[in-house]
């Protein structure tokens, strides 16, 4: 039973990442679950009360039929997604019905990497030189300078994206990349493939959660996410808060809320990913109007600052009013990571050697893991999922640290 009167759609949802359901759940909401029908029907999950099929990504016009339908029989108070290719149709669906939502521009230009650049840098923000090219067009060797990062302008989960150090890793990064857009992402992105380059931002990256009310936008959280050198760029360690000082944090802070702000994000969460260059300058990498990681970001911000951030976007979807006051920055109070086990190579997954021993550890608040023996691995840049994440809570920066470390010695992946 639903005590809150309230009937929330959540669209798409990696069903082994529970705090969205759960925090819902929690504030008393039904859920109807709405999932990708190219995957089985969901087991029973926390504050599920009905599970829908959609044909998301093969026909969109009778998905939104399937909604606007089930509207009917059952009003539907707020939509969320928490996954990026799901975005577009969450903001269809939530204008129609007149729900809380960003409008579908605003969505547009955070899912194209084109329409992001040019916002950014039409913003007056630092932006990496960025070009878009077109099938068959190679870009002009001599305007170019190197190392650059070619990517789709419609990717996500790092797919495809590629650097390339000289002319010749260039062509091949832009013949991969489109090979991505066919394949890979073509369900996902309808025919919107492109292929973008930018210029290389040699730096560490940090991944920042932000919360927007009434145009006003809110860190809550700044982590450091490694500094990848690529020539791909799988996903690594996320631990908040960052180990930088005032001043580098208080420059993040503020690009960051602008860049939020330009792209029109004035309600709701956005997932930030930024890199510091040699000069100390800070460039917004890009902005997903989501919470990240397919709730990863609400276990970073909730454990880190005690804010539980899912319950503001709930909030928020289901046009509920809230009185909390956050400011520019919220204050950590504790540290805590996400550790993405690494592929660590490709070929058949068989298992991970050492996690048993890891969920033992004090620190180790969750353990997810996505792959079955059995799943393929593809070598980078292609994306067949990651082996699992684990949740930690640490004392301070260096512990967490050195607790990773160790799990990188520990743990192995074992190919068949
Ligand atoms: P996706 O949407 O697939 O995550 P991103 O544009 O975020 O694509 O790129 C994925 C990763 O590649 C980033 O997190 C970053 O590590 C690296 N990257 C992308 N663009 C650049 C760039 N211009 N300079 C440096 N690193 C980049
Ligand atoms: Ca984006
Ligand atoms: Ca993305
Ligand atoms: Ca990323
Ligand atoms: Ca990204």
Redesign the pocket.
């Known amino acids: 039973m639903s005590t809150l009167q309230k009937n929330l759609a959540i669209i798409c949802q990696n069903r082994k990442l529970p705090f969205v359901f759960e925090e819902a759940k929690a504030m008393g909401v039904e859920i109807t679950f709405f999932y990708n029908d190219n995957e089985s029907p969901p087991p029973e999950i926390p504050g599920v009360v009905r599970s829908i099929a959609l044909p998301l990504f093969e026909d969109e016009d009778k998905a939104l039929n399937i909604v606007m339908l089930e509207n009917k029989v059952r009003r539907i108070d707020g939509v969320l997604t928490l996954f990026?290719p799901a975005l577009d149709f969450a903001a269809k669906i939530a204008n129609r019905l007149g729900l809380p939502f960003l409008p579908e521009f605003v969505v547009e230009q955070c899912r194209n990497?084109n329409m992001t650049r040019r916002v950014l840098h039409d913003n007056g923000l630092n932006t990496?030189s960025f070009i878009e090219i077109k099938e068959g067009e190679y870009p002009d060797i001599d305007q170019i300078k190197f190392p650059l990062?070619v990517?789709?302008t419609n990717?996500?989960?790092?797919?495809g994206?590629t650097r390339a150090n000289n002319p010749d890793e260039l062509r091949n990064a832009i013949d991969k990349v489109w090979e991505i857009n066919r394949t890979q992402l073509k369900n996902f992105i309808y025919d919107k493939g492109g292929v973008l380059l930018?210029?290389?931002?040699?730096g560490p990256?940090f991944a920042i959660e932000t919360f927007s009310h009434r145009g006003e936008v809110t860190v809550l959280s700044i982590g450091n996410?490694g500094n990848?050198k690529?020539p791909y760029?799988e996903e690594g360690v996320y631990i908040a808060p960052a180990d930088i000082d005032e001043k580098l944090r208080d420059e993040i802070v503020d690009e960051v809320r602008r860049a939020v702000k330009a792209l029109g994000i004035n309600e709701g969460p956005a997932h930030v990913?930024l890199?510091i260059d040699q000069k100390q300058m800070p460039?917004v990498?890009?902005v997903a109007p989501r919470v990240g990681g397919s709730g990863i970001s609400h276990y970073i911000v909730k454990a880190s600052t005690d804010i539980n951030f899912l319950q503001l976007v709930i909030c928020y979807a289901l046009g509920m009013e809230f009185s909390q006051k956050m400011g520019a920055l919220v204050k950590p109070i504790s540290t805590a990571g996400n550790y993405i086990i690494p592929v660590q190579g490709d070929g058949i997954f068989v298992e991970i050697d050492g996690l048993a021993n890891a969920r033992e550890k004090s620190e180790v608040e969750y353990v997810f893991e996505f792959m079955e023996p059995g799943h393929k691995v593809l070598p980078y840049p292609h994306f067949s999922g990651y082996p699992g994440f684990i949740l930690t809570r640490h004392t301070d920066h260096e512990a967490c640290e050195s607790f990773y470390n160790d799990l990188q010695k520990n743990l192995k992946i074992k190919y068949s």
């Open positions: 990026e990497k990496p990062v990517k789709p990717g996500f989960s790092s797919q994206v930018e210029s290389f931002i040699d990256e996410k990848g690529g760029f990913e890199r460039f990498i890009e």
